[in-house]
T-cell receptor, first 109, second 115 residues
């Protein structure tokens, strides 16, 4: 079983819609969770991190964490074509980062 | 804040030569740096974890004698690909551990092409 699992997609949403990206993890002791965005040919950039159960909002992005169910999600409101990228979920159980394989998102104008 | 740079951004070399890639944390000190490689349309693959002043910890299947890592200071780690071969051509990305947030910040990556 992989440490972090994501649906590889591709996920396509129309411009202005909400994009929902999901991630599950296996280590129940994980404490910190991250979402990165990676454009084609570029390195990942940090979008958000979340430590506590519930929602965390930053602009158009909302991270949701449910430790009991071991999932973390990212919602992108009012999706824009510039949001088209691969989104990587990362989990830190305390000693190492584990990255998912990423979900490819395409926002259609 | 939390800016990580890499140099060079792109390098082309002949088979058999060695290539050194530098990773610097510009505005913070990083006790831990990580080296990844990524093939086209594939996920990140962790190669090694580098701690300042100590030997790097390599992931299974990564040859430590081929990928030499030196973490000489809290702001600089280097990866040397020794005797590079065409199959070493890849996108190499470093990241640094932002200790105040337990977050990894990535450098812009180095694209290596071995002819």
């Amino acid at each position: 079983q992989k440490e972090v699992e994501q649906n590889s997609g591709p996920l396509s949403v129309p411009e202005g819609a909400i994009a929902s990206l999901n991630c599950t993890y296996s280590d129940r002791g994980s404490q910190s969770f991250f979402w990165y965005r990676q454009y084609s040919g570029k390195s990942p950039e940090l979008i958000m991190f979340i430590y506590s159960n519930g929602d965390k909002e930053d602009g158009r992005f909302t991270a949701q964490l449910n430790k009991a169910s071991q999932y973390v999600s990212l919602l992108i409101r009012d999706s824009q074509p510039s949001d088209s990228a691969t989104y990587l979920c990362a989990v830190n159980p305390g000693n190492q980062f584990y990255f998912g394989t990423g979900t490819s998102l395409t926002v259609i104008p | 804040g939390a800016v990580v740079s890499q140099h060079p951004s792109r390098v082309i070399c002949k088979s058999g030569t060695s290539v050194k890639i530098e990773c610097r944390s510009l505005d913070f000190q990083a006790t831990t740096m990580f080296w990844y490689r990524q093939f086209p349309k594939k996920s990140l693959m962790l190669m090694a974890t580098s701690n300042e002043g100590s030997k790097a910890t390599y992931e299974q299947g990564v040859e430590k004698d081929k990928f030499l890592i030196n973490h000489a200071s809290l702001t600089l780690s280097t990866l040397t690909v020794t005797s590079a071969h065409p199959e070493d051509s890849s996108f190499y990305i470093c990241s640094a551990d932002g200790t105040h947030q337990e977050t990894q910040y990535f450098g812009p990556g180095t694209r290596l092409l071995v002819l």
